[in-house]
């Protein structure tokens, strides 16, 4: 028998109790032994729940219990879940996750002490919920180098854009229409700004690179600023607009960053809607593959934290390697990363704008006050500095186009 301990009974962590008690026999199938969640740990009761019984408010009930040897951290914040992560690695149980920010911020040294202490720390939630991204990058892909990682990582943000998209609205009635429904939060920055998909890059791109890549370094951009005018041109030139979260090894070296795309009918990204994540990967042997799932929810999120149960079921006493060094790496090839824009200026701009952009596509304009086109590929330090240039309040917007 495997005996499991949840820290946190909220959404996640009441899925992860449910997974594994309705999935029972394909679990113990997998092991080859019982799974069972023996206490769970929660700072509230829960008078009537079938799992009353198993709910502790101490965490020594757990972390000091001889018989628990796999541990579901499902609190969210860094923290007591830190805290309690520590004190759960140091009595050489393994964790799993669904907790991006921690592992954005203290995943390396989380990887380290469960080495020290022969057990295991996973995290396959803390990327895209239910799809398997994280475990094929440590197992399933390791033979390969990855040059490119395009994904959509933020389902808030992608229902928010598929509704613009369908209904020509702007972004604030989209964003209160999602709050409404329970898809955006009360204070929905991290989602809006890129900060999410930006943890959940780090993640990835740290994966890849085998060192830290700190999000705080990741160039991001949010939706906030795409408006129902965007949308419209995307219509005109049959694009999408899509936040993508990428990691590149070009020519001018590695870049991860995080902003709003245009992405074209011949993307598999394109029908990536409403809720749904995917990520695509190219390795070098391999080409082209792409996972795409439910990014969120209790049961695909819970699916990927007892599947990280199942492993670490499967090596108990063995700490199994990952590719994370506790040391922090400055991607560099962000500047000169050349990519195609889709410009948006004033009316009166058209002729210096033509000046600019050498061998500029014009489009055809929504409004008779605008002048729009698409720049031939060129650096992001080049067009930051030839759109610096017009003053801020002449650009009245920019996307990048995805290949
Ligand atoms: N706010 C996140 C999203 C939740 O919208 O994707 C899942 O990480």
């Known amino acids: 028998m495997v005996n499991v301990g949840v820290f946190g009974y909220g959404t996640v962590g009441s ?10 026999e394909v679990i113990r199938k997998n092991v080859g032994d019982s799974v069972k969640v023996k206490a769970i740990l929660d700072l509230r009761d829960f008078p009537g729940d079938p799992y009353e019984s198993l709910i502790v408010h101490d965490v020594e009930n757990i972390v000091g219990d001889p018989e628990i040897s796999v541990i579901c951290e499902t609190m969210g914040g860094v923290g007591a879940a830190l805290k309690f992560t520590e004190m759960a690695l140091k009595a050489g149980k393994s964790v799993c996750t669904s907790n991006k920010e921690l592992v954005a911020l203290h995943g390396p040294r989380l990887l380290e002490l469960a080495k020290e202490n022969k057990c295991n720390y996973r995290f396959e939630a803390s990327v895209g919920g239910g799809i398997p991204i994280i475990r094929p990058l440590m197992n399933a892909l390791t033979a390969d180098k990855l040059v490119k990682v395009t994904g959509i990582v933020n389902g808030t943000t992608n ?3 598929t509704k613009m998209t369908a209904n020509g609205a702007d972004f604030g009635d989209v964003l209160k229409e999602a709050q409404d429904l329970g898809y ?7 989602d809006v700004e890129g900060f999410d998909a930006a943890r959940k890059l780090a993640i990835l791109s740290s994966l890849i690179y085998g060192k830290t890549v700190n999000f705080e370094d990741i160039p991001t951009e949010g939706i906030t600023r795409i408006s129902a005018g965007d949308i419209a041109y995307a219509k005109a030139l049959k694009y999408k607009v899509k936040l993508l979260a990428k990691y590149e090894d070009g020519e001018s070296g590695a870049y991860a960053m995080v902003a709003p795309f245009f992405v074209g009918e011949d993307n598999p990204l394109y029908n990536v809607d409403d809720v749904f994540n995917a990520i695509a990967v190219r390795g070098n042997m391999l080409g082209d593959a792409m996972f795409y799932g439910k990014g969120a929810g209790k049961l695909p999120t819970a699916s990927a934290v007892v599947g990280d149960v ?3 079921a499967k090596n108990i006493g063995v700490n199994v ?9 400055k991607l560099s090839g962000f500047e000169g990363s050349k990519k195609s824009f889709f410009v948006r ?12 952009f050498d061998g500029l596509t014009e489009v055809k304009a929504q409004s008779a006050d605008e002048y729009a086109f698409i720049t031939k590929k060129m650096s992001e330090k080049d067009f930051a500095e030839k759109t610096s240039s017009f003053g801020a309040e002449k ?9």
């Open 321 to 329: 390697p990952v590719n994370w060094a506790d040391e922090t790496v």
């Open 395 to 403: 650009v009245l917007n920019y996307i990048r186009i995805e290949d």
């Open 310 to 312: 199942v492993e670490c």
């Open 184 to 190: 955006a939060e009360l204070h929905p920055e991290a």
């Open 345 to 356: 200026v004033a009316a009166a701009e058209s002729a210096k704008a033509k000046a600019s």
């Open 159 to 161: 229902y928010m854009l």
């Open 15 to 24: 899925g992860v109790v449910e997974v594994i008690s309705k999935n029972a």
